[in-house]
């Protein structure tokens, strides 16, 4: 699992880490966006909340995740879990879901504040498949995606009101959860500052490490 502030890097390093050990990548908030971009009713009623910066309501996200973790489903095979849990509420749920396969370490991806501001002011992401750019380090061709050839572009929610309110939500609801998993062992603070590869590098290595502990 990885935790961190808005524009830490859990999306892009998130998907990386997926790739690199062959599992599935779980992303509450691109789930999110798919639907609203398919027009799904609750994917209209998840956008509302999003663009406002507030948080999609507990009972929505745990039975989105309770889907995925079915038994059967597939992510027996192991999975990065990117942007669940943001609530204590939804950890302990979290815990309910997969009691038969506890996770094995909980990463929080830590980047100050200051920074964060400059690089979501910065963002542009896939429409089709949530790749992450910058403005300073944009697709080959124009705005179309390196990876599927979508349309990229300014997220909705990345408006200064509504990155305000979600790095103030993630102070208040998300901070806690941090102690929460310390508490039990499995945290590991990864510094998020620095070149994207750098900072894949330290991940990977403490996932190595935890895997051969
Ligand atoms: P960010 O981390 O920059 O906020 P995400 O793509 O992870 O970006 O999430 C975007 C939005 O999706 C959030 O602001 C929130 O509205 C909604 N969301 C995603 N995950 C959750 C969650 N676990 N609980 C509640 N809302 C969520």
Not at 34 to 42: I, L, V
Not at 139 to 159: I, K, L, S, Y
Request: aromatic fraction near 6%; glycine fraction near 10%.
């Amino acid at each position: 699992m990885l935790l961190g502030r808005q524009g830490a890097g859990k999306g892009t390093q998130s998907a990386r880490l997926a790739d690199h050990f062959r599992v599935i990548h779980v992303s509450t908030g691109d789930m999110f966006r798919r639907q609203a971009a398919q027009g799904t009713a609750f994917g209209l009623e998840a956008k509302r909340y999003m663009d406002a910066g507030e948080l999609v309501p507990d009972e929505i996200v745990v039975g989105v995740i309770e889907e995925c973790m079915v038994p059967e489903g597939p992510l027996g095979g192991g999975f990065v879990l990117d942007g669940f849990p943001r609530t204590l509420h939804q950890a302990r749920e979290l815990d309910r879901v997969i009691a038969d396969s506890p996770l094995h370490l909980v990463i929080d991806l830590d980047v100050p504040r200051e920074i964060v501001f400059d690089r979501i002011a910065g963002r542009r992401v896939c429409e089709n498949c949530q790749r992450v750019y910058h403005v300073n380090m944009p697709p080959v061709h124009g705005w179309t995606c390196d990876t599927c050839g979508g349309e990229v572009n300014h997220r909705d929610d990345d408006t200064e009101e509504a990155v305000e309110r979600r790095l103030q939500l993630y102070e208040q609801e998300t901070v806690p959860i941090i102690d929460y998993y310390r508490k039990r062992g499995l945290l590991t603070v990864v510094d998020g500052v620095g070149e994207g590869d750098e900072v894949f590098e330290r991940l990977v290595k403490v996932v190595d490490d935890r895997l051969h502990a």
